[in-house]
């Protein structure tokens, strides 16, 4: 069983920025692409970004992109999601996923069979 423990959720104004990490419980990140959904009450579970094992690709949400990034730290065996610019439509549950192999899915929730607990994230002024 993959398991996985996000971090670094909280309360920030518009304009503002985080850095989530996601942590695996018991085994390494070398081999697993890892993706961040988020989720509003009421809606599915939404594709923000996601990297890859098998050659570090990164892929974003159009919402997402130019604002925040996906990044590996091999030496804390964590990998993170900075997020600038806040916006208030960023507020959610933010969770990590892995399909189990080296590839992104894309956005495909399907294809993601392990996660973490969540972390949230509020943008509020």
């Known amino acids: 069983q993959l398991q996985l423990v996000e971090s670094g959720g909280g309360l920030v104004q518009p304009g503002g920025s985080l850095r989530l990490s996601c942590t695996p419980s018991g085994f390494t990140l070398d081999y697993y692409a890892i993706a961040w959904f988020r989720q509003v009450p009421e809606k599915e579970r939404e594709g923000v970004s996601c990297?890859?094992?098998?050659?570090?690709?990164?892929y974003y949400s159009d919402s997402v992109k130019g604002r925040f990034t996906i990044s590996r730290d091999v030496a804390n065996n964590t990998v993170y999601l900075q997020m600038n610019n806040l916006e208030p439509e960023d507020t959610a549950v933010y969770y990590c996923g892995t399909s189990g192999d080296t590839r992104c899915y894309g956005f495909d929730l399907t294809q993601y069979d392990y996660w973490g607990q969540g972390t949230k994230v509020t943008v509020s002024s």
């Open positions: 990297m890859s094992a098998a050659d570090s690709s990164t």
